[in-house]
């Protein structure tokens, strides 16, 4: 799917990065906009982020919203949170 | 190593921060500034901080009004904020912070207390090297003894000795040292301004910053930028290393041309190839490139900025792509080792850029080097990733004549030095 058009209340996946272990579970809830990298840490697919975007920042389609909460709610180490910017 | 720190008179020095001498006490700082109670500052000093144009001095070059402004926000009428006074200094290339608070403690004790009294802090914090510390602790003992304006707050300032380790500096790595005895970076997902040291809003400066601030305070924003440029308008403090015949810390006008100030410090620009500009997690800028300005704006086409202002000159008769391997290799070690992209992307890369160095510079390891820098770019609880990858981009630019050498496996550098040897 096409990412979202960005609004100012389109709503962002944080990752904690110092909390992340990277095994993924969350690539897999949100494979639409997320991969993993070489290393395991998910990463945002191609197109998903804009120039001047922040990588830690994850926009999220509302069509995708649910599927990111439960992402939120399953990471085993609480490192994902959503936010707005 | 060897710091000179005796200013000396020509075109792009200024002598303002430094301009009570060497190891100033109160009487020589009085005498060169004049009195001045800070502790009667007030919040107009925001207004007056927004004119002069000051901008961060320990990397970010964020504006100094912004912040402030944004820490009172945040603090509102109810919970009290707390300044802390960044000296720490990580970063190897940089002398200015540690030449700065052993030669003008006073100068910086008037800029903590009046920006203190301009945000009504509620503690305040200073966080340097160990020795850097014992110039701040005489300095306030001399104004307890003396009686001196602002004695009794500068009294109240907690004395925080800094890790001695590259991120240890970085703001939420400066909160989590004091917080916690941990100098590590943590999750940014909220600004410092709305919830630092133990929830409360932090304003944290340079301690450079706070030395502006304590001039325009005395003198005002017209005076701060009667030299300078409008863009960059007022001085800095520059560190000045590398193949420089001794390193040196500068006070030179905003704007200045990146030739002259490397000049300024007996730099011989005919010998020189290239400069890295902004310290490790900065640029290199070509030896064609020193009409620059040391400027955001004027560093800005090269991916640089004057950051902690750093220059570290490197002659014509080193590889720049050894120089580069061996600073890669440095940060990488100096990963805090929390973040995953940062833990392992930087090894990855310090191990490609040692390749790339020892004459394997084919288009496999290019290429791989472009990839890992999309893949640790901005992942990473600090800025730590961003800074490596800078370096590593600019490297791949302007050494890119000695990429395709190496690529042939030659070094057209280590040959010169072997023919001189
Ligand atoms: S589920 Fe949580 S810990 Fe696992 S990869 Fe995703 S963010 Fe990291
Ligand atoms: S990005 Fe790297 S240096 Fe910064 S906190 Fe994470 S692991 Fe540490």
């Known amino acids: ?85 | 190593m060897t710091i000179v720190e005796t200013p000396v008179a020509a075109s792009v020095t200024v002598t303002r921060l430094l301009a009570a001498g060497p190891h100033a006490g109160l009487a020589a700082h009085l005498a060169a500034f004049g009195a001045f109670d800070p502790t009667r500052v007030g919040p107009a000093l925001v207004r007056e901080l927004e004119r002069s144009g000051l901008t961060g001095r320990g990397g970010a070059g964020f504006p100094a009004w912004r912040k402030q402004a944004a820490t009172v926000d945040a603090a509102g009428r109810t919970r009290r904020p707390v300044l802390i006074a960044n000296g720490a200094q990580g970063e190897p290339a940089s002398s200015k912070d540690s030449v700065l608070l052993r030669n003008a403690p006073q100068l910086v004790l008037d800029g903590v207390l009046a920006a203190a009294a301009a945000i009504g802090a509620h503690r305040v914090y200073l966080y340097a090297g160990a020795d850097e510390l014992a110039a701040v602790a005489t300095a306030i003992d001399e104004r307890t003894a003396a009686g001196a304006a602002g004695a009794k707050d500068a009294a109240r300032i907690t004395l925080v000795e800094a890790a001695d380790t590259f991120v240890s500096g970085e703001a939420s790595a400066v909160v989590g040292a004091i917080e916690r005895g941990t100098p590590l970076p943590r999750d940014h997902a909220k600004r410092l301004s709305t919830s630092g040291l133990n929830g409360r809003p932090t304003l944290l400066h340079n301690v450079e910053t706070l030395a502006q601030v304590g001039l325009i305070a005395r003198f005002g924003a017209d005076w701060f930028r009667s030299v300078g440029t409008p863009e960059d308008p007022g001085t800095r403090l520059v560190t000045i290393s590398g193949d420089v015949p001794a390193t040196r810390v500068l006070e030179v006008a905003g704007g200045s041309r990146l030739g002259d100030v490397l000049q300024q410090a007996g730099c011989d620009l005919g010998a020189t190839q290239a400069v890295l500009v902004g310290g490790y997690h900065g640029a290199w800028v070509g030896a064609g490139e020193m009409d620059a300005r040391l400027s955001r704006e004027g560093l800005a086409p090269f991916g640089a900025s004057p950051g902690a202002g750093i220059l570290v000159a490197l002659s014509s008769r080193r590889c720049g792509l050894a120089a580069t391997a061996q600073i890669v290799d440095y940060l990488a070690g100096q990963s805090a080792g929390q973040c995953g992209p940062c833990m392992f992307g930087l090894p990855a890369m310090a191990a490609t850029w040692d390749d790339i160095a020892n004459g394997a510079a084919d288009a496999t390891r290019r290429a791989r080097l472009t990839r890992l820098a999309e893949a640790v770019d901005g992942r990473g609880a600090c800025a730590h990733p961003d800074g490596t990858v800078r370096l590593s981009r600019s490297a791949l630019r302007v050494f890119r004549a000695d990429l395709e050498q190496h690529a042939h496996g030659r070094c057209h550098h280590a040959r010169r030095a072997e023919a001189r040897a």
Do not use: F, K, N
């Not at chain 1, 996946?13 to 070489?38: N, P, S």
């Not at chain 1, 975007?53 to 709610?73: F, T």
């Open chain 1, 1 to 85: 799917m096409s990412p979202a058009e960005p609004t100012r209340d389109t709503a962002l996946l944080h990752i904690d990065w110092t909390r992340c272990d990277g095994r993924g579970l969350c690539a897999e809830l949100l494979a639409e906009i997320l991969d993993r990298d070489e290393w395991g840490y998910p990463i945002a697919r191609p197109g998903v982020l804009r120039d001047g975007d922040d990588p830690s920042d994850i926009p999220v389609h509302p069509s995708l919203r649910a599927a990111a909460e439960q992402a939120v709610a399953m990471c085993p180490l609480a490192a994902l949170r959503l936010t707005t910017r």
